[in-house]
């Protein structure tokens, strides 16, 4: 596999240099010369949640993933939404993001962040992608029929009903040319730079939590940007689970866009990580960040940090135990022995928790220089 060529894909740099300038001057000049009206961003917001989702839910966890399972009518929304992004199609999206993952910060990451900010935002976009028609990757979707109805009529969706669309709506409302701009160019290109975000902001600020050799980061205000995909470093540690942000209070609307289809019926097999092996990863991540300080610290010192780490990863050991213990029991409807073994689970891993935050606390107070 080649890892970059040089040949301009000029389609791309057009569409990518345009776009954004008729979007910000473009609708600017024309509002002020004809008047505002809160239809024209409601349109706007309407659009880019519908799309900006079909991008994050759809293309990336569902299809990309294969984070939960989806109804055909819920498959063929994303892939006509998603269409509308211009982000190619979604076989040709996957195909790329699984090779992202695979081979993350190394020269096969087509957005690789070693080759600087804007490569990874938006440059790597501007040559024409080597793995470009082959999919082996990604044999799975090639067998969709959803996916590969999507892949044959993308330009036309994503024009036609792109700036169709929007155009339309502002027919309506007595100003096609306000619908197109709001709608249609200043929507494609908020959409296209937070879906741009994930591989730039995301691999450069915040804290990598679930993975400390990795360049993804954990950012709660990327996050805010991009639907929830900026607990970047979790999702790179565990790309399976529909969540990206695990905590009830973390912005994600993609992971509440899911559970709903799923109250709804229309989504199911949501795959989540259990939770004393996201805490396992935590630890390790931390403990990879910490461990230079343990060289620092008196001898005593360190030998006293280094056994509660020991006992804390036992604990965890003990816990991810339980919890498969627990889920295997919960499957086989024991149904009082696994509320039993979900308690002694959940000790457990409280246990772990309480040593490791000894142990970081002990760490942290040894200066990170001699
Ligand atoms: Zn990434
Ligand atoms: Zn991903």
């Not at 067998?143 to 669309?165: C, E, S, T, Y």
């Not at 730039?200 to 950012?219: I, K, Q, V, W, Y």
């Amino acid at each position: 596999m080649e890892t970059t060529t040089t040949k301009k894909d000029w389609v791309n740099i057009g569409f990518l240099m345009l776009t954004p300038l008729i979007a910000v001057f473009g609708t600017a000049a024309w509002t002020l010369a004809h008047g505002f009206e809160w239809w024209m961003l409601g349109l706007a917001l309407v659009m880019y949640f519908l799309v900006g989702l079909s991008i994050t839910a759809g293309y990336h966890r569902l299809f990309s993933h294969k984070a939960y399972e989806a109804s055909r009518a819920t498959e063929a929304f994303f892939a006509v939404f998603g269409a509308l992004a211009a982000q190619n199609s979604i076989l040709q999206w996957s195909s790329s993001h699984r090779i992202h993952h695979r081979y993350v910060d190394r020269d096969w990451d087509p957005y690789n962040i070693k080759r600087g900010f804007w490569w990874a935002h938006i440059l790597w976009i501007f040559y024409k992608n080597p793995g470009n028609g082959k999919y082996e990757n990604a044999k799975d979707l090639l067998k969709n029929p959803v996916v590969m109805w999507q892949h044959r009529w993308h330009n036309v969706l994503m024009i036609v009903a792109g700036f169709g669309l929007p155009a339309l709506v502002g027919v309506y409302f007595g100003d096609w040319v306000a619908g197109l701009l709001w709608g249609g160019f200043l929507r494609v290109a908020a959409v296209h730079h937070s879906t741009f975000f994930v591989n730039s902001l995301a691999h450069t600020l915040g804290a990598p939590s679930f993975d400390a050799r990795s360049s993804a980061r954990d950012n709660p205000f990327v996050a805010l940007l991009t639907f929830g995909e900026g607990y970047h470093s979790f999702h790179h540690r565990f790309p399976s689970d529909f969540r990206n942000g695990i905590h009830w209070y973390h912005w994600d609307p993609s992971k509440w866009l899911i559970r709903g289809l799923q109250a709804a019926g229309q989504a199911w097999e949501l795959r989540r990580v259990a939770a004393p092996t996201i805490e396992q990863a935590r630890m390790e991540a931390a403990m990879e960040t910490l461990a230079p300080r343990l060289d620092v610290a008196s001898r005593d010192r360190a030998e006293e940090i280094r056994q509660r780490v020991a006992a804390a990863r036992e604990k965890f050991a003990r816990a991810v135990e339980l919890w498969r213990r627990q889920a295997e029991e919960r499957a086989e409807g024991l149904s009082k022995s696994w509320r039993q073994t979900r308690r002694e689970a959940r000790q457990a891993l409280a246990d772990a928790r309480r040593d490791w935050k000894h142990a970081v606390s002990m760490l942290t107070a040894v200066p990170a220089h001699a």
